[in-house]
């Protein structure tokens, strides 16, 4: 059983930056892909970015590319998600789990919003 804890979001204006986190339990974080999704009202829930087990090997969605920064830190078991340039449209909920998600590990998420 993985439990995730998302924080860090907030409101901000449009080129501001937040850092998320992500907290897990469990004594088998440190196997799993992680990533970050976001939900914005009356869309989809969506892929953002994802790190691998090493902490080498980041992948971003296209939207973030250049903007976004995921990383790890295993012995702290916590994921973060540098946000960098946002931008109104990045404004979601956003929500850790592993990848591929499991059903049971989503979170509350943290809410972004991006003013204009």
């Known amino acids: 059983q993985v439990t995730l804890v998302e924080s860090g979001g907030g409101l901000v204006q449009a080129g501001g930056s937040l850092r998320l986190s992500c907290a897990a339990s469990g004594r088998t974080f440190s196997i799993y892909n992680m990533a970050w999704f976001r939900q914005a009202p009356g869309k989809e829930r969506e892929f953002v970015a994802s790190?691998?087990?090493?902490?080498?090997?980041?992948v971003y969605a296209d939207s973030v590319k250049g903007r976004f920064t995921v990383s790890r830190d295993s012995g702290k078991n916590t994921v973060y998600l540098q946000m960098d340039s946002l931008k109104p449209e990045d404004t979601a909920v956003y929500y850790c789990?592993?990848?591929?998600?499991?059903?049971?590990?989503w979170g509350q998420g943290t809410q972004v919003t991006v003013s204009s």
């Open positions: 790190i691998s087990p090493s902490g080498r090997i980041p």
């Open positions: 789990n592993t990848r591929p998600p499991r059903p049971d590990a």
